[in-house]
């Protein structure tokens, strides 16, 4: 038995390999993310290995916010009596008080922000030489107006020792002398890429903390006849528990873990490209060994007669695909090795100073990638070796191919699994379960689907196939594509699983544009618009003095500031904001009472848009406690609640509160609403010319603001094309391989046609038609079933403020389009084998 099963799969080897192509891309996504999170991981270990090297330990107040993501915790300043108490521990023989923070940007001879090189911008305080530190040119800085700056920032902006640099910080730009320039152990110019400005302590506390006389940390120099993890314990016991303490080695891995971010970002993005080539690839690797065993039972039936069991026919089924995915496995695994270390590069590339470190291919890549190749494959084909099993050992006598069964198992299944798709995308749209259950719901409505898919198959198929049916080939490729609607039916699955994803997400994206597009242009009462980069940066600044110069411009109606920032409101993070003048915010910004009242906002209360009290379950009246970034946690009584706005989203707080508590005292964005008639494009150049010294900031039409919002939206439909892209790939394999196998299967017909008159060109066309219905049928289906999933994501993310349902109507022809030269290309090497075929060997096959 073994024997005849190693020779069967040897004799079909290119159309099982074929079938396997899908797992090959599957496992490379998946040890590609591994490889490439491995690599880089270690690499960004290097560069921070050491870069605490003159830190036993350092100890700070602990932060009175969590961070967000890709966001950093204002760690409040930490007196000198602490630090004098730090100093009197046992063991300790030094405690120096150190004020770093990240928010120093510096700017370049050009008057504009020096890019970032890939890590975070600190400013600090100046302190001294150290074995990490070491100053490679001119001193360190001894007066108010000279500041040391890091090699890398040095080399990046072309700046040398004597030369003027402006900063901005917490205050407005400031300009100092370079008086030092210094590097760091190893001969490294940065260490993370980024980029180092320090100060005096005095202005490094005034610029960075907000305040003189302050800390953000102590760092601490250990006795070498005491242990450090003793010095913990002391100043643990010492301290209490509102301090943190932390070990160089510690920080060295915190902020090795913070650059891994990208990492993630890169790993999540890869396995999406891997959960959607293993799923569409499953319905090929069972759509293929569906056909061969259709197209075996004779051979199967004669294994029976000569005494072969059930088992062993399963058996010879599952070494035939347990074969094919340890072949795909293996060359899954090598291409995905490839792609680690070309993204490794890439992504190194993109960050100063970051050296890749030799390629690794951990033993998860390895193992994953076996584990998935293997068991997708292999449980892909049970259900045809199942099938294979129950061929009685009377077919030996019957023809090659038997009828299709009338798949009533299969309709029920599909139906179940459809409904309770359908119940945990409705639990996970319209509930507060997370993404985990949607995405369940998501894979079991597409499986559902595509079981029921049979059922709409042939009258779909010949609905389609009209389109072709006035020349004899268009009605032979009509007919044959519609003579085996399963058949047919889990061939266009694959093409049907891509379109509908991309579909999906492309009505979300059309309907928030949509909706962002028409609040902007029917509620925003502002003409011109300062906003930082991506139309929000919260760590953008504006120089105050000249809002102030702005807003007595002739022409200028109204100008309203506003100050962005993240606090804990009742325990959970939150955006926040602060306006300068609520009056004016509310003018400028069109904003519409939803509950209570917003006309004023007065001292202990806050108003908030109508998203952001649903989500908190917060009712006009009710006491709510926000904690800032500085200063003691405060109750709020809630005011007013607004209607739901895309440039006013959050929760707001008074204004003198946020000028104490924001992580930055400056405003971040501003809106400018001109007089009646003014044109903006005639005040554009004189509120520039005022913004000057604010270079993060631009200003913007309301045209210009609506392009930005939907650029974030174009960006991702640029990674929905991607995933499509791996869709259609592994759809074209999947029609090649069904096309194969059915000339195969239809020989004779073939060699029968051919020899009533039927020419070789009238032959391609015939069977590129059979191929284009199914494409076509799959890109339908594909978005019919996106569209309406769109639609149903849309509606539920009317919180975040999708109001307007809308379709892509111009990338759904698209993809219609694409599924029709997808059709085409998968024809062609199927069409050309078929229309050479010796037509007297084809009469008399089989």
Known sequence: MLKATLKSLLSRKLRLLLSGIAVVLAVMFVSGSMVIRDTLGRSIDAQFAGAYDDTDLQVSLKPKVKAEVGETAVVPSTDPATVKRVAEVQGVTDARGVVQAEG????????????????????????????????????????????????????????????????????????????????????????????????????????????????????????????????????????????????????????????????????????????VAVLVGIFLIVNTFSIIIAQRMRELALLRALGASRRQIINSVLLESFMVGLVASALGLAAGVGIGAVGADMLAGATDGLEVASLGVPASAVITAFAVGILVTMMAALFPAMRASKVAPIAVIRASATEESKGTKQTWTGGILLGLGLVLLALGLFGSSGIGLILTGVLFTFVGIALLTPLVSRPTVWALGALFARSLPGQLGRRNSARNPRRTAVTASAMMIGVALVTAISTVASSSEDSVTGEISRDLEADLMALGEGGSAASATIDPAALTKADRLDGVQNVAAVMNDTATVDKEAQGVAAWQDWTKARDVLGLKTDKGSIDSLAAGTVVMNASTAKSRDLKVGDKLTVQLQRGEPRTYKVAGIFKNSTVANSLVVPWADAQAGFRNKLPSQAFFRLDDGVEAASMQPKIEKLLKGSPEVSLETKSELIEKFNSGFAMMLMVVQALLGVAMLIAVLGIINTLALSILERTKEMGALRAIGLSRGQTIRMIMTESVVISLFGAVLGIAVGGALGLAVAHAMEDQGVSQLSLPWTQMLAYLVGAAVVGVIASLAPARRGARLNVLNSVGHG
């Open 104 to 275: 120093a940007r510096v700017l370049g001879k050009d008057g504009k922000l020096v890019p970032s090189t890939g890590g975070p911008r600190y400013g600090e305080s100046w302190r001294g030489e150290s074995k990490l530190i070491k100053m490679r040119s001119g001193g360190e800085p001894r007066s108010a107006d000279e500041v040391a700056i890091n090699a890398g920032l040095a080399e990046k902006a072309g700046f040398k020792v004597g030369d003027r640099i402006s900063v901005l910080t917490t205050e407005p730009k400031k300009s100092f002398t370079v008086a030092g320039i210094f590097g760091y152990s190893a001969g490294r110019d940065s260490i993370g890429g980024e980029q180092t400005v320090a100060f005096t302590e005095p202005v490094a506390q005034r610029l960075m903390l907000g305040k003189g006389g302050g800390f953000s940390g102590i760092k601490i120099t250990t006795s070498p006849e005491t242990s450090v993890a003793a010095v913990e314990a002391s100043l643990a016991k010492e301290l209490g528990s509102t301090f943190e303490i932390a070990t160089g080695k510690e920080l060295s891995k915190k902020a090795s873990d913070k650059g891994r971010g990208v990492l993630d970002l890169m790993n999540q993005l890869l396995l999406g490209f891997a959960a």
